[in-house]
């Protein structure tokens, strides 16, 4: 046997490495590409990828042993070498079948690797023998060290192709592919390249004449075919991975698209060109009540209410011919005659300019509008009469003043005594007396006109449409014939009158708020002539409304300024003339120093709620000269009157209190003067703060006794120490017989029930001599003497004697 030393073609070697980095490159690709198709094109890739793969490592083996020259002919047994061939694909498919796992450990990267190893170690050791007449024989260490590469190789490529596999497809994917590629290829060569380094080649002596046959041709070819079969794989697998993402995102948005119908809040149904239904979603069902394969059954007219079906059907086809959606509402009625009011929207499906199907997309908002409904009623009507209020009244007024060339009327009716009845008998018997009237009211105008509540016992009508004033007028006085009988409430027979303001367009106005306004003041007007009745606006009563702001205005001014000042007016002991107390009169003084009467201002201040800061003024002023007087030795008694309203305040008592307080006044020289009507309104009331006051140590007085409506019973449960005899009484006491009557019964009654009576207006000796005949306690009038100021009151005081 002969040794025989051969030498590589160092070109060869370099198109061998190229081959394995082509090799390496497709497996990388494909163990991409095969852990992610599904099962059934998964075998198609694992046969096909494999076979290409195997061919490419064999295709390096094999052109790395053509690289080696040896000085002799070399034959190959065609068997051995088919069966290397078998051992590369073995190798391919066991990583191929490897890495199509999507969750692998690491003891199986291990057999894969330990198993693909061996594969390539087998195919390049079997490759080698199939060479003929040669005989050869391997130093053991280069040998397992080749074996040893090949599996390290091995787990690397398979670790790698699956760690890759995880990306989605980048430029930075496709550099690491290559370098590992680069780095699997080199390491595939060391391999092949470790067991040529350990093969020893021997031919027999016989033998050594032959020479050597240039491969470079088939190496050439093989080269090329095999880069060649590589590259269509590896075009292959990008293509495949195109389509196959194509397919993927095709398949994800069909997936969102059905999740997007199927669990949306609204139903979405699909209708054929001529209206039949197609799909529904299960929002639907339940919305309809009704399965799908039942609903395909019907036409979407099915479900649609006369009235609505022409206005759904024109809707439909305007959204096939203008292709675009079209959004309404409307109304459906189900299976089970339940009417649902409905938002739908309609929108087009066309594929390739051919119509497919219709969508719609159907919402409930029967509650949404029974809510809007709702919320439009409490903005627009008022919620105790049903009634239109005030902004539903002034938009309806502004419509009808759009109608060019017509006339109408505006009305504003104000119920007399409606507090008092409200306060007597209670809220609800008020509510149901509102109620009663806004019914009499709505049936007497009927379709002629709206009707409508603009706040507590204050109602407006709109008359449009008018020709003549009197047409207005005979409304209003049928009105006014309305609450000429009494009104039934609950066994209780109410009397309330009204008064009425009227104004009429364009003449008082031509908008809505302008109208409303002036038909207020046409009102005021009426209830200053203190009877039922109706006025109409004029100029001269928005003159004098004028001046009512302007002297609310001054008012407000001298509030602030503090321009109010107390006159006392003494009340004396009619038998001994001694001077036992005073009443403190409120007087307005002006900035020039003349005085205004309590008459020109105290009716606007209780109007405009002004009375409450005046009367805690009024309150504040005479508790604060008490005080002085009691320190100066003259401890005199201050008599103060309480408006209404401000009886009415829920802190009276306590404001009462804390002057008392402030002052460090005893609380008997304090005397609070009240009405025999403002203690009717509300009588349990009235007794309350009426005994909260004695509690205090303050003395009660009703004033003005015998003008009012109270009833004799209240004397014997109000805690009050006086009655005042009103000035009415006493002015014609000397001349006419049935007022002196009236006068003396109400000192006898006053003295039989332990009240100290006080007689007001006494300015005549035979006034006085009545009094002090009949034991009326005691006087106070311009007889003595006139209100006074403090500092005149001080003097006039002097020469009295003070009780």
Known sequence: MQQLVGFYNYWF?????????FASYTALDLAGRVAYVNRKRKKLWWFCGSITMGIGIWSM????????HLPVTVEYDHNLVFLSVVAAWIGAFIALYTVSFKALKNIHFLIGGCSMGLAIGAMHYIGMAAMKFVDITYDPFLFALSIFIAIIASIAALKISFELAKYESSIRLFIYKILSAIAMGIAISGMHYTGMAAAEFCLPVEMMNK????????????????????????FGTVTDRRFHFKALESLENEKRYRSLVHHNLDAIFSVSGDGQLLSMNPVGEKMFRCSTSKLKEKKISHFLTKQEKQKVKLYFYQTIEMKRGHNFNTRIRLDDNAVLDVNVTFVPIYIEDRLDCVYGIMRDITEQLENENHIYRLA?????????????????IEGALKESGTMCAVYTLNLNRFKVINDALGQKIGDLLLQHIAGKLTMQIGGRG????????TFIILLPNIKCNEEVSGVAEHVMQLFEKPFVIRGNELYCSVRIGIAIAPQDGVDAETLVGHADIAMYAAQESRKSGYRFYSPRIGEWSQNQLIEEQQLRQALEKDEFVLHYQPQVHSKTGKVVGVEALVRWQLPDGTMRSPLKFITLAEETGLIIPLGKLVLQKACQYAKEWHDKGIPIRVSVNLSPRQFQTEDIVETVAALLETYKLPPHLLELEVTESMTMTNVERSKRLLQAFRKLGVTISIDDFGTGHSSLSYLKDYPIHKLKIDRSFIKDIHEDVRTKQITAAIIALGQHIGLEIVAEGVEKEEQLAFLREHNCSYIQGYYFSKPLPPSEFERWLENKIVV
């Open 61 to 68: 083996h094999f052109i790395g042993m053509l690289a080696f």
């Open 450 to 457: 709206v009707v409508g509540r603009m706040s507590g016992d």
């Open 380 to 396: 627009y009507y008022d919620s105790l009469t049903s009634l239109p209020n005030r902004r539903n009244v002034v938009e309806r």
């Open 13 to 21: 070697v370099a198109l061998s490495v190229v081959v394995a980095v």
């Open 211 to 234: 020479s050597g046959i240039s491969n470079d041709t088939i190496v050439i070819m093989t080269g090329v075919t095999t880069i060649i079969i590589q590259s269509f794989l590896i």
